[in-house]
């Protein structure tokens, strides 16, 4: 059973949801929120003896330490709850916490104090929640750096302190847990750029409250329930014709592999037929490893393909560039990669001519690449990926997926969606290859461009992630081992979704009617 895309939020969702549930909420939403954390504490501890140290700040997120505090010691567990803030600059509802979990027996004290012998059971941050957007300074930042030095299990509140949870920007002294729990529902920064570094298993408490129907989502968490409607079975009387016929455009002088990658990509993923292409004119005649990839020079390729990918070991000199803007001509789907990406980066007329594609277009670039094409550097990239992603296919009409820890897919039309499969095993050479030909191999069957490209970068990091349960990473994965791994996983999803609709099949098949004995 494919379980459903979680929804993402930026904090200024989050806050339009508050603001809507807020003046009725009952319970309220910080009562909920710190019972919800205490209920994940309790599960972190249940093993481990000894007092929970809370550190609460001077906000909001304080306040939800101080229930979280009121609930753990009423469930008798030793609690010490360090506060240094005003608690007449408290904000109402975090002041009646406060308030709450004195009236309970609680007491405060100003400064961390020393670990016990046995050392903490927790450590809690409640200090900043998804609102800052500072350096965190001065006592607060001594706080974080103490917490980030016990060895015990290290838990967060919404966002860890110091992580801008839109962006995944650490912004200075930033707590690094090893567990988060967030409310509501999932932030961008979470997931992407230094965010899952940061923030350790991620548990959401949605709080009883059902996001999206007080505000659609825009954004999501990938999961294959994305994807499911394409899995379906081939039908018994197939041919290679039905399953399409991709093209590699690449492999200049010295990068012959990288097409090969990307070809051997597309076939193991079930494409009919795949041709590369390779600038190379002492390349390869044939493939002896793969001898089913149909090796071609670049200016051989066939006329009739059904999906084309360039970029992979293309290399920028002039022979490149007429070669791209060929392909940018011609009237079938695309995928963009590497060299390609760089040549548009720096050419205005093939960026007017991307922007004016009818048929579906898909970018893969990693963060310098994007910024070649946005005209910014690789730092401006990183502090706004979903930025960056979502500027990219506004300004080219196409689908772009910014590579990277929290791959970000964005379309168009704003909507964009957050990848969690794979781990830094991946940083390796070839694997953007592997990608762009899982892309072409799907498009070339008939695939959608979105669920292509959504389904292509979620199963490249499942894949991964399989072999690093067998020992295959992440030191020393190869881009080449991905490739079959992901053939194994795309079939076992096929497997999952087919069983699926057979119980689907069962239930709508029984009687509409059911006679009974009279």
Same mark, same amino acid.
Request: charged share 15%; with cysteine.
């Given at each position: 059973?494919?379980?459903?895309?979680?929804?993402?939020?930026?904090?200024?969702?989050?806050?339009?949801?508050?603001?809507?549930?807020?003046?009725?909420?009952?319970?309220?939403?910080?009562?909920?929120?710190?019972? %919800? %954390?205490?209920?994940?504490?309790?599960?972190?501890?249940?093993?481990?003896?000894?007092? =929970?140290?809370?550190?609460?700040?001077?906000?909001?997120?304080?306040?939800?330490?101080?229930?979280?505090?009121?609930?753990?010691?009423?469930?008798?567990?030793?609690?010490?709850?360090?506060?240094?803030?005003?608690?007449?600059?408290?904000?109402?509802?975090?002041?009646?916490?406060?308030?709450?979990?004195?009236?309970?027996?609680?007491? *405060?004290?100003?400064?961390?104090?020393?670990?016990?012998?046995?050392? /903490?059971?927790?450590?809690?941050?409640?200090?900043?929640? =998804?609102?800052?957007?500072?350096?965190?300074?001065?006592?607060?930042?001594?706080?974080?750096?103490?917490?980030?030095?016990?060895?015990?299990?290290?838990?967060?509140?919404?966002?860890?302190?110091?992580?801008?949870?839109?962006?995944?920007?650490?912004?200075?002294?930033?707590?690094?847990?090893?567990?988060? *729990?967030?409310?509501?529902?999932?932030?961008?920064?979470?997931?992407?750029?230094?965010?899952?570094?940061?923030?350790?298993? =991620?548990?959401?408490?949605?709080?009883?409250?059902?996001?999206?129907?007080?505000?659609?989502?825009?954004?999501?968490?990938?999961?294959?329930?994305?994807?499911?409607?394409?899995?379906?079975?081939?039908?018994?009387?197939?041919?290679?014709?039905?399953?399409?016929?991709?093209?590699?455009?690449?492999?200049?002088?010295?990068?012959?592999?990288?097409?090969?990658?990307?070809?051997?990509?597309?076939?193991?993923?079930?494409?009919?037929?795949?041709?590369?292409?390779?600038?190379?004119?002492?390349?390869?005649?044939?493939?002896?490893?793969?001898?089913?990839?149909?090796?071609?020079?670049?200016?051989?390729?066939?006329?009739?393909?059904?999906?084309?990918?360039?970029?992979?070991?293309?290399?920028?000199?002039?022979?490149?560039?007429?070669?791209?803007?060929?392909?940018?001509?011609?009237?079938?789907?695309?995928?963009?990669?590497?060299?390609?990406?760089?040549?548009?980066?720096?050419?205005?007329?093939?960026?007017?001519?991307?922007?004016?594609?009818?048929?579906?277009?898909?970018?893969?670039?990693?963060?310098?690449?994007?910024?070649?094409?946005?005209?910014?550097? *690789?730092?401006?990239?990183?502090?706004?990926?979903?930025?960056?992603?979502?500027?990219?296919?506004?300004?080219?009409?196409?689908? %772009?997926?910014?590579?990277?820890?929290?791959?970000? =897919?964005?379309?168009?039309?704003?909507?964009?969606?957050?990848?969690?499969?794979?781990?830094?095993?991946?940083?390796?050479?070839?694997?953007?290859?592997?990608?762009?030909?899982?892309?072409?191999?799907?498009?070339?069957?008939? /695939?959608?461009?979105?669920?292509?490209?959504?389904?292509?970068?979620?199963?490249?990091?499942?894949?991964?992630?399989?072999?690093?349960?067998?020992?295959?990473?992440?030191?020393?994965?190869?881009?080449?081992?991905?490739?079959?791994?992901?053939?194994?996983?795309?079939?076992? /999803?096929?497997?999952?979704?087919?069983?699926?609709?057979?119980?689907?099949?069962?239930?709508?098949?029984?009687?509409?009617?059911?006679?009974?004995?009279?």
């Amino acid at each position: 059973m494919f379980l459903s895309a979680l929804p993402i939020y930026p904090v200024a969702g989050i806050r339009e949801i508050e603001g809507k549930l807020i003046p009725s909420a009952r319970p309220p939403l910080m009562e909920r929120a710190g019972r %919800a %954390a205490a209920e994940d504490a309790v599960r972190l501890v249940m093993d481990r003896p000894g007092p =929970i140290l809370i550190a609460c700040g001077p906000g909001n997120n304080g306040g939800d330490g101080f229930v979280m505090a009121r609930q753990l010691a009423q469930a008798g567990r030793e609690v010490q709850v360090a506060f240094a803030a005003d608690v007449q600059n408290l904000p109402a509802e975090a002041a009646k916490a406060y308030t709450d979990y004195l009236a309970a027996g609680g007491q *405060t004290i100003s400064d961390l104090p020393a670990a016990p012998a046995q050392g /903490w059971a927790l450590v809690v941050d409640a200090i900043f929640g =998804i609102g800052l957007k500072r350096q965190i300074e001065g006592r607060y930042a001594g706080w974080l750096q103490t917490l980030n030095a016990q060895p015990s299990p290290r838990m967060a509140l919404d966002v860890p302190s110091g992580l801008d949870a839109d962006t995944g920007q650490p912004l200075g002294t930033t707590f690094r847990a090893t567990h988060t *729990t967030t409310f509501i529902s999932l932030k961008p920064g979470l997931l992407t750029n230094d965010g899952p570094d940061y923030c350790g298993d =991620i548990s959401v408490q949605r709080l009883d409250i059902d996001a999206p129907a007080w505000l659609p989502a825009v954004g999501h968490a990938i999961t294959p329930a994305l994807f499911r409607n394409q899995l379906v079975r081939r039908p018994r009387n197939s041919h290679k014709g039905l399953y399409g016929d991709a093209g590699i455009l690449g492999g200049n002088a010295g990068m012959v592999g990288a097409a090969l990658l990307a070809g051997r990509a597309a076939q193991w993923l079930g494409t009919g037929r795949v041709y590369v292409g390779l600038l190379d004119p002492n390349g390869p005649a044939v493939d002896f490893s793969h001898p089913e990839l149909m090796l071609r020079r670049a200016a051989q390729l066939p006329e009739r393909l059904s999906a084309l990918a360039v970029g992979p070991g293309l290399g920028t000199d002039a022979t490149a560039a007429a070669q791209l803007a060929a392909a940018l001509a011609r009237d079938i789907p695309l995928v963009l990669d590497a060299d390609a990406l760089n040549l548009i980066g720096t050419d205005a007329a093939l960026q007017s001519q991307l922007a004016a594609r009818r048929m579906p277009t898909v970018l893969t670039p990693h963060p310098a690449e994007a910024g070649r094409m946005l005209g910014i550097g *690789t730092a401006a990239v990183q502090s706004d990926r979903l930025r960056a992603a979502l500027d990219i296919a506004r300004r080219y009409h196409a689908l %772009a997926v910014l590579k990277g820890c929290g791959s970000i =897919i964005a379309a168009p039309d704003g909507r964009w969606f957050i990848n969690t499969s794979g781990h830094p095993g991946m940083a390796s050479a070839g694997m953007g290859d592997v990608l762009t030909g899982l892309v072409a191999g799907l498009l070339a069957q008939g /695939w959608p461009a979105e669920s292509a490209l959504i389904t292509a970068v979620h199963l490249h990091g499942a894949a991964a992630d399989r072999l690093a349960r067998e020992g295959i990473g992440p030191a020393g994965l190869s881009a080449s081992e991905t490739i079959v791994a992901a053939r194994g996983v795309f079939n076992g /999803w096929l497997v999952e979704a087919q069983q699926d609709a057979n119980r689907d099949v069962q239930r709508d098949s029984r009687p509409l009617i059911t006679l009974g004995k009279h």
